[in-house]
């Protein structure tokens, strides 16, 4: 695991920074309970692309960012996204070579595992339930997927990130 | 260890890995949990959250940028005339708000000198700065802005934040450079109000909604109708006393409840404010241009006589001169509590 062998540490970096600017950019108030969960999509990408870099470590740091952006409990998206990089390693190979729908459908399952341990955490501290709604943004996710999906492969191979 | 092959290093990766990648996800999980009690139980995380919002602050800086970009330019390009009316406006405003003050000052002079004669003591001043909202999302499900003001202007965690119109909300972290506040509307807030009309005291709590705060506690009896002005009661020692809040819209009395139903709307603009000010409560204002009315020496001798021989009728002015159904009401035990964020004990 020398430096030499990796190479475009900076690109996975830069995704994640641009993930964190989405999650908090400012949106109309119909669309604030609309917006994917992009670290999550953004981590779930590189977990599967590139296992041995970006993992449950990672996973949890970018979370912690998500709780301090967005005012949560510190910890609740650390430990929600650490689980889900847990399992999309878990599962990497098998999922890597799914068609692009039905990998669709397995990031909607992580996605909205994602939210269930967030909103398992909230409810525990005392938060409110939440309506129906509240799970769009993992349905939405599942449907930029294959953008998203094609993008971050771009600057995979354009970054030559490995 | 080390890689002999040539080509297919990915192999050699998979089983090299360091600890299993189920044990860190047990180490990590572990800190989560740890962080989450000693940040919502104890509260013993101020210091940290503080520090790690430095490494966001970029972040919110960054989509913040544009915005500030955007109001500087059609600030710097916009018309001549567009100014010029403006300025004659403002300064129209601003010669009406003088005449009121003038008036104010008087009646501030004679609010003290009154609450002297009855012994009690009344800041009417306090120190405000403007702080400004930084164009951020949080959470939709949780009312929370960020303003670009933080410790190092003195921002302290439970500090009282407000706008032109009314109260807004509560500093729930300080961060260096920026805070976080939670708006009155957020399900986990609660403010000790009182009416403004007969000082009817209770407390107003969040629902979730940005135009509407509920009171739980008032009596079926208690005199409180639509239209009523819900002031800070400044119970609780986070919010300082008189400052509007909201007004009542609704109130519902249905016999088979102890309580009615009483729905008021915040007067603050809470979705619609760019500029907020911030309280110092306690300390003397910075703002106000008339001077602080010393004590007046001709009611001196009066004052004193008269806290040597307590009036029966009159109340001490910190509790409101409110008869009956105030008592009755759980408020002022309730009200005794500050109205922290962590209100999750009594709901649920």
């Known amino acids: 695991m020398t430096l030499a062998r990796h190479h475009g540490g900076g690109a996975i970096v830069f995704t994640f920074i641009v993930a964190l600017l989405l999650t908090i950019m400012p949106l109309p108030e119909w669309a604030r309970y609309l917006r994917p969960d992009w670290v999550g999509l953004v981590l779930i990408y590189w977990c599967m692309a590139l296992p041995e870099r970006v993992g449950v470590g990672s996973g949890w740091f970018a979370g912690l960012l998500v709780d301090l952006l967005t005012g949560a409990v510190l910890g609740q998206h650390a430990l929600a996204l650490a689980v889900v990089a847990f399992l999309t390693i878990k599962f990497h190979q098998r999922v890597r070579l799914f068609p692009l729908l ?9 996605l909205a595992l994602h939210q269930l341990i967030a909103l398992w955490i909230s409810r525990f501290i005392g938060r409110p339930g939440v309506p129906l709604q509240f799970w769009l943004p993992s349905l939405i996710g599942m449907l930029i997927w294959a953008p998203v999906y094609s993008m971050l492969r771009g600057i995979r191979h354009g970054f030559r990130v490995n | 260890m080390t890689c002999h092959c040539q080509t297919g290093c990915t192999i050699k990766l998979i089983f090299t890995q360091g600890p299993s ?178 000082g009817l005291r209770t407390i107003a709590i969040g629902t979730g909604t940005i135009n509407r705060l509920e009171l739980p506690y008032i009596p079926n009896n208690a005199d409180i109708q639509p239209g009523d002005l819900l002031i800070t009661s400044g119970l609780g020692g986070h919010f300082p006393p008189g400052y509007p809040v909201a007004e009542v819209t609704a109130v519902q009395h249905d016999p088979g409840h102890t309580f009615s139903q009483v729905a008021a709307t915040p007067l603050a603009e809470l979705n619609r404010s760019r500029e907020v000010l911030l309280v110092w409560p306690g300390k003397t204002t910075v703002l106000d241009t008339t001077d602080k009315p010393p004590v007046p020496p001709a009611g001196d001798a009066d004052a004193t006589a008269t806290a040597d021989t307590p009036p029966d009728g009159t109340p001490p002015a910190g509790v409101a001169p409110d008869a009956a159904p105030a008592a009755e009401t759980p408020a002022p035990a309730a009200a005794a509590t500050p109205a922290a964020p962590s209100r999750a004990e009594d709901t649920e």
Do not use: C
């Open chain 2, 21 to 198: 990648i189920a044990t860190r996800l047990i180490l990590f999980a572990a800190l989560s949990v740890v962080l989450m009690v000693m940040d919502h139980k104890y509260k013993s995380l101020e210091s940290m959250r503080a520090g790690l919002s430095v490494v966001v602050y970029p972040i919110q800086f960054t989509m913040d940028a544009p915005g500030t970009l955007t109001d500087w330019f059609s600030e710097s390009l916009s018309s001549r005339r567009r100014l010029q009316e403006d300025n004659e406006s403002l300064r129209t405003q601003q010669m009406m708000q003088q005449v009121q003050l003038q008036k104010l000052a008087s009646l501030e002079a004679e609010n003290i000198r009154l609450r002297e004669l009855l012994d009690s003591s009344f800041k009417v001043g306090e120190k405000v700065l403007i702080a400004e909202l930084l164009s951020v999302n949080l959470d939709p499900y949780q009312h929370q802005i960020v303003i670009n003001k933080g410790e190092i202007h003195d921002v302290y965690a439970g500090q009282p934040l407000l706008d032109a119109k009314g109260i807004m909300g509560q500093i729930v972290h300080a961060g260096p450079y920026t805070s976080t506040a939670m708006l009155i509307t957020d399900t986990s807030h609660a403010i000790p109000v009182q009416v403004n009309r007969n």
């Open chain 1, 102 to 110: 039905q990998q669709a459908f397995t990031v909607l399952v992580l």
